[in-house]
């Protein structure tokens, strides 16, 4: 296993060295990893505990924007600067367990059987522990989005995803385009694996991200995808033999 892992965060300083060790726990049969946190322009204590933290643990890679360009830029930011093929994101809420990491990553890997041209596994919260606001909020719009865009994945705004870094740097990028990743996915010629995750609830501190901002992007950034999807993709071709 070779791994660059992606956190992006924002505001999160209650929640970073316990999610790092966790991360760190569950890496820690790979052969080559690191764990890169993307600060998309804190104003709390995170840059003075990421300071403690690259004292100690030299497979942390820290980045920070000057101010805050929002989720999907800081997942770019972390995958342009990662050093490794495969990329796994997770959010910096804690929400997402990092044990699920190796798992998936071996249906990607292929040590298990898999469909063909998998790139990219995305977890599937379906037991998930959020307020019922979210969860209808959350319903209601991957709904949509499955009926719209027909990515068939139940659960495309859930953080942990692993994929190629080549892939991702081939997408189209626009911001929110992290919600969307895998009919990216799909529109590029690869496929998408939905495996089941651990989900579990907020320990410290708030979503950065309301729920109405996400549903007013959402509906434009969706009206986007589907114009991409029908300007075209990648042709299919065969090869002549003599």
Not at 38 to 54: E, H, M, N, P, Y
Not at 60 to 85: D, E, N
Not at 189 to 214: F, W
Request: net charge positive.
């Amino acid at each position: 296993m070779r791994l660059s892992v992606v956190v992006p965060v924002r505001n999160e300083a209650a929640n970073l060295l316990p999610l790092l060790n966790e991360i760190i726990d569950a890496l820690h049969a790979a052969a080559e990893y690191e764990i890169i946190y993307v600060d998309d322009g804190s104003t709390d204590q995170s840059s003075a505990i990421f300071k403690q933290a690259l004292q100690t643990i030299p497979t942390l890679k820290v980045i920070r924007h000057r101010q805050g360009y929002g989720q999907s830029a800081a997942i770019y930011t972390g995958i342009k600067a990662a050093q490794f093929p495969w990329i796994a994101t997770l959010d910096g809420d804690g929400q997402n367990d990092p044990k699920d990491i190796p798992r998936l990553f071996q249906l990607l890997s292929g040590q298990q059987p898999r469909p063909a041209a998998l790139t990219m596994v995305v977890g599937w919260r379906n037991q998930r522990h959020d307020s019922a606001w979210r969860l209808f909020s959350s319903k209601i719009a991957n709904t949509v989005r499955a009926k719209l865009l027909g990515d068939d994945t139940p659960d495309s705004g859930c953080g942990l995803k692993i994929f190629s870094k080549e892939l991702f740097l081939v997408l189209p990028y626009f911001d929110h385009m992290h919600r969307f990743l895998p009919a990216l996915v799909l529109r590029a010629g690869g496929a998408v694996l939905s495996e089941p995750v651990n989900h579990r609830p907020r320990s410290a501190g708030v979503s950065k991200y309301g729920t109405l901002d996400r549903l007013g992007v959402g509906m434009v950034d969706l009206l986007g995808v589907m114009w991409l999807k029908k300007r075209g993709g990648i042709a299919e071709v065969e090869k002549l033999e003599h």
